[in-house]
């Protein structure tokens, strides 16, 4: 009896133990979950005020979203987000997240912020898989190149100057890299076409 009273006693503690165990699990599962969002959010905020500035919209970007249909001008084969600014409750502008593929080592994820007037604020390069020391100095940690874009619109430079120096454009490319500056370009590029072919529809919103 004394020896079934033991086990008794064991299993009842084992089983207390497994149930605080997986509490503590689950507790920490979700303050870690909610601080991992928090951090997202917070470079999500912290990317839009670079490339947008801040007395163009009074609203907020991270929640007033939008999904777009498929379209080959974003480079995406699914269905890509826009951000959409507002001030006093009219459209000044939308921040793409928009994709440059055909990078030289595959897809690089992008925003890219225009103006209602068509004009770039802003763009980064928030993911990527370049090669470091070359490709991947269309990251603003790694270098200032990014910021070319900024001011541009597709009649500055003219459409046909919208690629490298070494296709005859406006915009430098890397020494010993051409095929990743390139892709961005050409992403820019054609998010700005997108915006000017559906700016009254983007701009009702």
């Known amino acids: 009896m004394e020896l079934f009273a033991s086990i008794r006693r064991n299993s009842l503690g084992l089983g207390i133990f497994a149930v605080l165990t997986a509490g503590l ?9 909610h601080t991992i969002k928090d951090n997202i959010l917070s470079a999500q905020i912290s990317a839009f005020n670079e490339i947008l500035p801040a007395n163009l919209y009074d609203n907020d970007l991270t929640k007033d979203i939008a999904l777009l249909p498929v379209d ?38 992008m925003l890219v912020a225009i ?19 070359l490709g991947d100095k269309v990251d603003l940690k790694k270098s200032k190149w990014i910021l070319s874009f900024a001011n ?28 990743t500056p390139r892709a961005v370009v050409r992403a820019v590029k054609n998010t700005l076409i997108y915006f000017e072919q559906n700016k009254d529809a983007l701009l009702a919103r």
């Open 72 to 109: 080959p001008l974003l480079g995406s084969q699914e269905s890509i987000k826009i951000h959409i600014a507002r001030k006093n409750g009219d459209v000044t502008g939308i921040i793409f997240e928009t994709i440059a593929p055909r990078g030289y080592n595959g897809n690089l994820n």
């Open 115 to 133: 103006d209602k007037n068509g004009v770039v604020t802003g763009s980064r390069v928030i993911s990527h898989k370049e090669t470091p020391g």
């Open 25 to 33: 699990i689950a507790i920490t599962h979700q303050l870690t979950d």
């Open 152 to 179: 541009k619109s597709l009649a500055n430079p003219p459409l046909k100057s919208w690629s490298v120096k070494k296709d005859g454009g406006s915009f430098d490319q890397f020494t010993g890299a051409t095929i």
